[in-house]
């Protein structure tokens, strides 16, 4: 029966309500008892023959017969009036079939705006006109010829000088404003009544997300549908966008992602350059490609906030009494806010909590979800004033922590969590680290100018994911199966982990599974982001696997003459009284039909908290003549609910973590203030981490399933790794000198800073 129900979801920190169609009722919890002989299992990647020979077809490997090039102008002042464009010597040029600017492109909204090319530019990068031509080069040539008149205006891109005096000359109303806010108790009670208190401030710098795969797409309208090609984490959302900006009907518009290469949270939706693509391909009939330099990747593509974040904290008789946070964030020109106050609102049970984050405009490229947005920076602030709090009221930080960790109810909304073991993850990465080591003021070094230390962080982040999410099974008369689901695979493992739940459920061999996802064409489904895919779409594929089990030993009950509770499907046979007959033989019977199941994702309770909780613990060594901070060890202790494949969740964390020791060791987007530009935007000049940078990983999951989360008990990964890594290593290097460093990136130069002002030579 049909019917309409309410869903509570989580999506990156902000809670939502809405209505969902569902039909018949879902599954019970999966069996975790050993038995299960695809989930918990270690597997390769399904799809890694085809990622390492070459034969994956990544949007960027996309030529098309005929295919036009698209480039784009890009403004180079950080705040301008665009007054004229001329482009009469672009357009003579041989191999241009087409430009586009904002006086000769119908209106598209995007993203709250009306236009793509606005009048008024606001950041060097942002979009100005475009030129098709019939080769990159002559693209690239034409770009030149194009003659703009700015009309230059005043500007401010760092986040400290736009909260000073210059602030107002940017906007009438102001370019401040408050985006959050959270009060519980009464905090300046307790900062009253404390035994000890710190007031301290941190920054973290702007990150920006370069993942291998820049942002880009390939589209080809035929007069009646625009297919386009994206390297995107939603391909849904890119069909919405386009809807929008081109108004057509979904049904004229597909979306497909094969394969990309990377995103982490800069491609949820439709770009300009996607917009710009359809619009050349539908004026000019060929297929064109528009896929941005590594440049224009880390000019408007999107960035991790720059933060300045004020913290009072409060201890009395060895407990956390209150937490004052207040933090500001560079959103450039972004429409929203990451809130850095997340974790200081949910993390631990403290009675007495005030926060209040704010959004800064300044003349920068906008932000754009990246990787738990928000909960990396607030997390890196408040996980290191914890430890500065332990240290002044003389207590362990880990014990401090344990102190207040153990709630089961969320402190916001009162809800129950559906699974909480926190303090299991604190266990088992103390015991991996060796915390009984730990000695305050470090331990001598592998080197007479090196000291070592170990420091821990936590981590809150949601990941219970939640419908709509739509998947069906086709099982064809020669057993093969075809999984099709409404995802993509970013680079996860999606394709594997959903083969490995749709041949655990169905009764069939892994290898008999071929998984259809990344095209709009299929079944809805979410956007790969704030670690919803696994909890959101492994369910529905559960169901309607056991949907089309049900099927199967329905059909075969009547070709073999046997009750169907006789029957079982196993390793991709029917099994009957001990005789083991091949699922094709059984279908052969019945030949060219087609059993198809259906699955969707039920709602989520509504008195219920999905949360993800995990610990990690940083061994470090500090040179104190250099300021040079060698990470030696990480180790990653995670509660995520059930694990569907320990191998690629594995490299999930893994590859979280190195990320994360980029943020807090390295990655830092460096503008010049006068003009607005990035001066490091390419892959010399921002330093992500390489192969020598990575230390020892440690992954340890608790891995006990949230049976009133979903019915596979599973909860999102992607993003929990990266949150407390920044803080664990900066209360090492704390623990190894003495000296606290309260500006991520941790550089060589500010450990040689705070040495300093601590009086700590080698």
């Known amino acids: 029966m049909t019917r309409i129900l309410k869903s509570i979801e989580e999506f990156e920190g902000e809670v939502s309500e809405s209505l969902v169609i569902v039909d018949g009722h879902d599954l019970p919890p999966a069996r975790h008892d050993g038995g299960s002989p695809e989930i918990g299992r270690s597997r390769r990647r399904i799809d890694a023959t085809q990622r390492v020979t070459g034969r994956a077809r990544y949007t960027q490997d996309l030529y098309l017969a005929g295919m036009l090039h698209a480039r784009i102008l890009r403004s180079p002042h950080a705040r301008a ?27 598209t909204p995007f993203r709250g705006d009306d236009v793509i090319f606005r009048e008024e530019v606001r950041f060097v990068g942002e979009e100005v006109c475009a030129v098709a031509a019939d080769d990159e080069d002559t693209a690239r040539e034409a770009l030149a010829l194009i003659e703009v008149d700015y009309e230059r205006l005043p500007h401010v891109v760092d986040l400290e000088e736009a909260l000073g005096d210059v602030a107002p000359q940017l906007e009438s109303d102001g370019n401040v404003s408050e985006s959050g806010s959270h009060k519980r108790g009464d905090t300046k009670r307790a900062l009253k009544e404390a035994d000890v208190a710190v007031d301290v401030t941190y920054r973290t710098s702007t990150q920006l997300h370069n993942a291998l795969e820049t942002h880009g797409a390939v589209a080809l309208y035929d007069g009646e549908m625009l297919t386009v090609w994206e390297s995107t984490q939603h391909v849904f959302g890119v069909r919405t966008g386009l809807k929008n900006a081109l108004k057509l009907p979904y049904s004229r518009i ?15 939706g439709v770009g300009k350059y996607t917009i710009v693509a359809s619009l050349f391909s539908m004026r000019l009939g060929k297929p064109v490609r528009c896929v941005l330099t590594r440049d224009e990747e880390n000019l408007a593509a999107g960035n991790r906030s720059a933060t300045l974040q004020q913290l009072r904290l409060g201890a009395k008789g060895g407990r956390i009494t209150a937490i004052e946070h207040t933090s500001w964030s560079n959103s450039g020109q972004g429409k929203w806010i990451a809130n850095p106050t997340g974790p200081t609102n949910t993390l631990y049970e403290v009675a007495n909590v005030n926060t209040r984050s704010y959004k800064v405009v300044t003349n920068a490229g906008s932000l754009s979800a990246f990787r738990a947005p928000g909960y990396v920076e607030g997390a890196f602030a408040l996980e290191s004033a914890i430890d500065e709090l332990a240290e002044a009221a003389g207590v362990d930080p880990l014990t401090l922590r344990r102190r207040h960790a153990g709630a089961g109810k969320d402190p916001i909304t009162g809800n129950r969590y559906s699974d909480k073991h926190l303090l299991e993850c604190y266990r088992i990465g103390a015991k991996e680290i060796g915390w009984d080591r730990r000695r305050a003021g470090g331990t001598r070094g592998s080197a007479p100018h090196r000291r070592r230390g170990i ?8 990941g219970g994911g939640g419908p709509p999410a739509y998947a069906t099974v086709h099982v064809d008369p020669d057993g093969s199966v075809v999984l099709t689901a409404g995802t993509q695979d970013i680079g996860t493992g999606t394709r594997t982990v959903l083969a490995q739940i749709c041949a655990d459920e169905l009764g069939v061999e892994l290898d008999d599974v071929r998984v259809q996802i990344g095209d709009s064409a299929g079944p809805f489904g979410p956007m790969s982001a704030g670690s919803m895919t696994l909890a959101s779409v492994g369910p529905a594929v559960r169901l309607a696997a056991h949907d089309a089990r ?9 070709v073999l003459e046997t009750p169907k509770a006789e029957l079982r499907l196993e390793a991709g046979a029917i099994v009957s009284k001990g005789a083991r007959i091949p699922l094709g033989e059984v279908l052969g019977k019945v030949d060219n039909n087609t059993v198809i199941g259906k699955g969707i994702r039920f709602p989520n309770a ?8 995990s610990a990690q613990f940083a ?19 995670l509660d995520v609910g059930r694990i569907v494949n320990p191998l690629t969740a594995a490299s999930q964390v893994e590859g979280g973590v190195i990320q994360g020791i980029g943020f807090a060791l390295s990655e830092e987007r460096i503008v010049d203030r006068a003009l607005g530009r990035v001066m490091n935007g390419n892959l010399e000049g921002y330093k992500v981490p390489t192969v020598k940078d990575v230390p020892t990983i440690v992954v340890k999951f608790v891995d006990r399933p949230d049976r009133r989360a979903n019915n596979l008990g599973a909860k999102g990964l992607g993003e929990p790794p990266i949150i407390p890594t920044a803080a664990a290593i900066a209360n090492a290097v704390a623990n190894a000198t003495g000296a606290r460093v309260r500006h991520a990136p941790l550089t060589r130069a500010r450990v040689l800073e705070a040495l300093a002002l601590a009086g700590i030579r080698d």
């Open 606 to 613: 509504d008195d219920l908290a999905q949360k993800t909780f």
């Open 81 to 107: 009036r665009v007054r004229r464009i001329d482009t009469k010597r672009a357009e003579a040029l041989p191999g241009v079939r087409g430009v586009l600017h904002r006086f000769n492109t119908p209106k």
């Open 254 to 268: 597909r979306v497909i992602c094969d394969y990309m290469g990377g995103g982490f949270g800069a491609k949820n």
């Open 550 to 558: 049900e099927q199967l030993l329905g059909a075969a009950a009547g």
């Open 455 to 462: 420091g821990m962080a936590s981590q809150i982040w949601g």
């Open 619 to 637: 061994e470090v060594e500090v040179d104190v003549r250099t300021g040079e901070i060698f990470v030696e060890r990480i180790v990653a202790a």
